[in-house]
């Protein structure tokens, strides 16, 4: 069956740099959630989006920005990247109308150095 | 490599009953283990979680869970369970800090008046 697909796997970037990690939820799920863990964290709520609208809001940094296009894939963008940036950020998707179908992606893991 | 049960899809209780959500995990080592709630549309809510030392867990909402090693499992429980307990909860385990958590498939609770 299909998974959530994220890419990419890994991201190495510099300090003050941009980032862009993308999901790809499972065909016909139209909610994308995203999550950051850091090391020794738990995976942190950031944003969700349904239907390309964002649907709920946790602790997602000013610097970051995300969004949902026709396709459901989202998209979250990093900039002016800093040290504590570095986390491993994954999305999940579902059917917003089924309470089941909640399926995480791998992961990106982003190093900021 | 790592697995994640949860036997039941579906739980229905009426409220003020009690409740045992059931999570199984397949693992070469004592992993971290988490559960997580999640309401419609919103983000997954750490309920509680263990590392080490004592088997048996607090969390929020009167939630509480026990690691059983010999049976592989970590069960989480609440003596009366409330309406808005209503809820898709999920079991996670990790190995390492960093490393992908593992998801259950969820147990969707619904609470009867």
């Known amino acids: 069956a299909a998974g959530v697909i994220q890419s990419p796997r890994h991201l190495i970037k510099e300090k003050r740099e941009t980032a862009t990690l993308k999901c790809y939820p499972i065909p016909r799920h139209d909610t994308v959630y995203w999550y950051q863990q850091g090391p020794g964290q738990d995976p942190q709520f950031l944003i969700s989006f349904y239907e390309k609208m964002q649907s709920d809001k946790g602790s997602i940094p000013d610097r970051f920005s995300a969004q949902q296009f026709s396709d459901y894939h989202s998209e979250l963008n990093m900039s002016s990247l800093e040290l504590g940036d570095s986390a491993l950020y994954f999305c999940?998707?579902?059917?917003?109308?089924?309470?089941?179908?909640?399926?995480f992606g791998s992961g990106t893991r982003l190093t900021v150095v | 490599a790592q697995s994640v049960t949860q036997p039941d899809i579906h739980i229905t209780v009426s409220e003020g009953a009690s409740l045992e959500l059931r999570c199984n995990y397949s693992y070469g080592a004592t992993p971290y283990l988490f559960w997580y709630v999640q309401s419609p549309g919103q983000g997954l809510q750490l309920l509680l979680k263990?590392?080490?030392?004592?088997?048996l867990v607090q969390g929020i909402k009167g939630f509480e869970a026990e690691f059983k090693r010999s049976q592989s499992s970590f069960n989480l429980r609440k003596p009366s369970v409330h309406w808005s307990d209503a809820a898709e909860y999920f079991c996670?385990?990790?190995?390492?800090?960093?490393?992908?958590?593992?998801f259950g498939p969820g147990t969707r609770l619904s609470v009867l008046p």
């Open positions: 999940a998707s579902s059917l917003a109308l089924k309470a089941r179908g909640y399926t």
């Open positions: 263990y590392f080490s030392g004592d088997t």
């Open positions: 996670a385990v990790g190995y390492n800090y960093g490393q992908n958590f593992v």
